[in-house]
């Protein structure tokens, strides 16, 4: 047993969806989360800025004692994953690698689509994750950047978010058998976007829920699953804390009771 907490960060909100799924599988363990809201969107930054800014969140969390860290931001995981893992005694996951084998689990014809920002659809790194682990895989992408200001502002069973809906995604209709979530806050859109594909056969793929798991066995494997019978999860963030938590609560589907906003320069990046 191992009762450290375990590290989750993101750009902002989206990470939540990740943390959300972690809880439900993992009740007993303690989270640090971190959201990067004074330096967010990610996806518009270079390499170099976001591999920095996550070594800073990394050397905060770090002071937390984590036992893990989960980087639960598409654009972070492209990015920053392999500098992270080669610099802590500690596991470094992220949502591309574990999304991708979910993907390739059920996929029943090795045709798999990916909605995502323009940011990560450009940058092509889940076709590349995926045809790593299987080469012959034909992979469909599709950027959907109106998907998050329409949960931003709340607006999940809108009909604009419906007519949305069918703009982005109406050409993977008999063109792939599974489509990954390919960005932290599409889970919130999950249920309608299932019901828009209901009867096409489409497997959707939530990388929260398969970082859940990827996290559970990580640890089962270490024999470091927390025994605490109560836990109390901390939300740090670089700007606006308040926000933060308002918003916080939609994504995260209950109640955040405290954010504490943090200077990372006081950490820098180890």
Same mark, same amino acid.
């Given at each position: 047993m191992d009762n450290r907490g375990i590290g989750i960060f993101d750009s902002g909100f989206g990470?939540?969806?990740?943390?959300? *799924? &972690?809880?439900?599988? #993992?009740?007993g363990e303690k989270v640090y989360y971190f959201g990067d809201t004074a330096r967010l969107p990610?996806?518009?930054?270079?390499?170099?800025?976001?591999?920095?800014?996550?070594? *800073? &969140?990394?050397?905060? #969390?770090?002071?937390?004692?984590i036992?893990?860290?989960?980087?639960?931001?598409?654009?972070?995981?492209?990015?920053?994953?392999?500098?992270?893992?080669g610099k802590y005694d500690f596991p470094v996951i992220g949502v591309i690698g574990a999304g991708s084998r979910g993907a390739l689990k059920v996929s029943s014809g090795g045709r798999i689509g990916v909605i995502g920002t323009k940011g990560t659809v450009n940058s092509g790194v889940y076709e590349r994750e995926i045809k790593k682990i299987k080469a012959d895989v034909e992979v469909y992408a599709n950027s959907c950047p109106l998907f998050v200001p329409l949960v931003e502002e709340g607006m999940i069973e809108d009909e604009i978010t419906k007519m949305v809906i069918e703009r982005y995604l109406s050409n993977f209709k008999g063109r792939v058998d599974s489509l990954i979530l390919g960005c932290t806050h599409y889970p919130i859109l999950g249920d309608i976007i299932r019901r828009y594909l209901d009867g096409t056969g489409i497997e959707v793929v939530n990388p929260a829920i398969e970082v859940a798991k990827e996290l559970k066995e990580l640890l089962e494997e270490e024999d470091q699953l927390s025994d605490m019978a109560e836990v109390h999860d901390e939300f740090y963030v670089s700007d606006s804390p308040n926000h933060f938590r308002e918003l916080g609560e939609m994504f995260l589907g209950s109640e955040i009771e405290k954010v504490q906003k943090i200077n990372l320069e006081e950490y820098g990046r180890g």
């Open positions: 990470g939540l969806t990740v943390l959300k *799924e &972690i809880k439900k599988i #993992l009740p990610y996806g518009s930054k270079s390499r170099e800025n976001i591999v920095n800014y996550s070594q *800073e &969140i990394a050397e905060f #969390l770090k002071t937390k004692d036992k893990a860290l989960v980087i639960a931001c598409n654009t972070a995981s492209a990015m920053a994953l392999e500098a992270l893992q």
